[in-house]
């Protein structure tokens, strides 16, 4: 079991570039989560998906951010016009689908807006 | 609403001597499970300890935590501090899953342990 993976680990992008950042969940884990992690905010909720399906994007900054979930091994984000105030930690996490279950994290993609 | 609250950002105590971080939560759930998740430096935050039940001491690595219905905590202590236990630490609040099996996961903001020599 290789836990969560991201890629990559680290991303610069320019001002108003896009950039995708990629998440393989645990093999048999039908949960799917995507956390923005900043030292002022902490972990910030943006998104879930179940079995594939977006269930909760509230957490999401709706017009340029997106996520995506073509199938059940791997799942994006992808941030378009990207500005500043997006550099963040983006940490991805699965979980199996039952009472208050673990959720496993990956070790995140580090991106820099410069 | 549901929320979790680490009243500390920054901890900062000497090898060896004890070592304690608050956890205190509001929820609206009655069936809830706590966590209190360790990070260290460019790894995954990883799962230190789990409990949902009440007044029950949990351990893992030396870290204990005892949840307490009546005071809404969920403090994390440990009795000698180890320089490998400098890492930020997240206490975090699972609700009970929606008809959708959807689970609310709430995270305090961290608390970032230091222990020095």
């Known amino acids: 079991n290789a836990g969560v993976i991201q890629t990559p680990r680290h991303k610069v992008t320019g001002k108003g570039q896009e950039a995708t950042l990629w998440c393989e969940p645990i093999?048999?884990?039908?949960?799917v989560f995507w956390y923005r992690q900043t030292i002022v905010q902490g972990l910030e909720f943006l998104t879930y998906f179940r079995n594939q399906a977006p269930i909760d994007d509230s957490g999401m900054p709706k017009e340029r951010f997106s996520a995506q979930m073509p199938n059940q091994s791997h799942s994006t984000l992808k941030i378009q016009s990207t500005q500043p105030q997006d550099s963040a930690v983006y940490l991805c996490?699965?979980?199996?689908?039952?009472?208050?279950?673990?959720?496993?994290f990956g070790a995140g993609t580090r991106l820099s807006v410069l | 609403g549901d929320s979790v609250t680490q009243t500390e950002g920054l901890v900062t105590v000497t090898e060896g001597l004890p070592v304690k971080l608050n956890c205190t939560y509001q929820?609206?759930?009655?069936?809830?499970?706590f966590f209190w998740y360790v990070q260290y430096l460019n790894e995954a935050p990883q799962v230190l300890l789990r409990?949902?039940?009440?007044?029950k001491r949990t351990e893992h690595q030396g870290f204990h935590a005892t949840l307490h219905k009546s005071s809404s905590s969920f403090h994390l202590q440990k009795s000698s501090a180890q320089l490998s236990d400098s890492a930020l630490y997240y206490c975090?609040?699972?609700?009970?899953?929606?008809?959708?099996?959807?689970?609310?996961?709430?995270f305090g903001k961290g608390t970032s342990l230091t222990v020095i020599p």
């Open positions: 929820t609206t759930y009655l069936t809830i499970a």
């Open positions: 409990s949902s039940t009440d007044n």
């Open positions: 975090a609040l699972s609700g009970p899953p929606s008809n959708t099996g959807y689970q609310n996961f709430y």
């Open positions: 996490a699965s979980s199996l689908v039952c009472s208050q279950n673990t959720l496993y």
């Open positions: 093999s048999g884990h039908s949960a």
